[in-house]
């Protein structure tokens, strides 16, 4: 079946220092690839995606990706974290084909400390 | 440009009860999707419609339903509710259907509370 895990249910990391949210996932083909946030009582904000091309994605408020074929992972980094990056982070996956259908991960909650 | 409008935003009902839900897209958007979310289960995807057709449809029993209007509005619905329907019910629309690579808005969501 496919899926996509995000093994860490929190993350922890001290404003200035850098941030990684990890994500795999098990899909057949080149699936594109998605980070979303979701702050407290908000719908899913798009942070960036992943087509083809480059395997660093950079997307909004200084996040970036990297993607790895051979690992099936796209980690969610930023090199140095602010405590407004706290918010519950959801990594997604959508299989290329006319009938697919997005999947994402369980989530992680990123928490910045001062 | 309005963004995603989903409502009522918080609605209480009691089990047996039926419940529906509205979400605008954003102007010229065609695709809508539904997604429940809660604390156990996650993300989990209810349904797509493109052009008041329904594209693609997740594992949720019959009592979950939906519609799309010719103006892309969609509604869902719920019957004989449970205890276990209580989540935050969000809607997404997209420019195409889900073949493009384009990403999703969501709604700030409805919170459904069944007592």
């Known amino acids: 079946a496919q899926s996509v895990a995000q093994p860490e249910d929190q993350v922890n990391v001290a404003e200035g220092n850098p941030l990684t949210v990890k994500c795999t996932y098990s899909v057949s083909g080149n699936p594109y690839l998605f980070w979303y946030v979701q702050y407290p009582n908000r719908g899913l904000q798009f942070l960036l995606k992943y087509i083809t091309g480059d395997n660093l994605v950079k997307g909004s408020y200084g996040f970036e990706a990297e993607f790895n074929k051979s690992q099936t992972s796209f980690h969610l980094k930023k090199p140095s974290a602010l405590v407004s990056d706290s918010a519950l982070y959801f990594c997604a996956v959508r299989p290329r084909g006319s009938a697919s259908k997005i999947i994402f991960g369980s989530g992680t909650r990123l928490s910045i400390r001062p | 440009k309005a963004g995603v409008t989903q409502t009522p935003r918080y609605l209480i009902k009691t089990r047996g009860q039926q419940v529906t839900l509205s979400c605008s897209p954003i102007s010229g958007h065609r695709s809508v999707s539904w997604y429940q979310q809660t604390p156990g289960q996650g993300l989990q995807f209810l349904f797509e419609?493109?052009?008041?057709?329904?594209?693609n449809k997740g594992n949720f029993p019959g009592r979950f339903s939906g519609r799309q209007f010719s103006n892309s509005r969609s509604e869902m619905n719920v019957s004989t509710l449970e205890l276990g329907d209580s989540a935050l019910y969000l809607c997404a629309s997209s420019l195409t259907k889900n073949s493009d690579t384009g990403e999703l808005f969501f709604g700030e969501g409805s919170r459904l509370t069944v007592l």
């Open positions: 419609y493109f052009s008041e057709t329904q594209r």
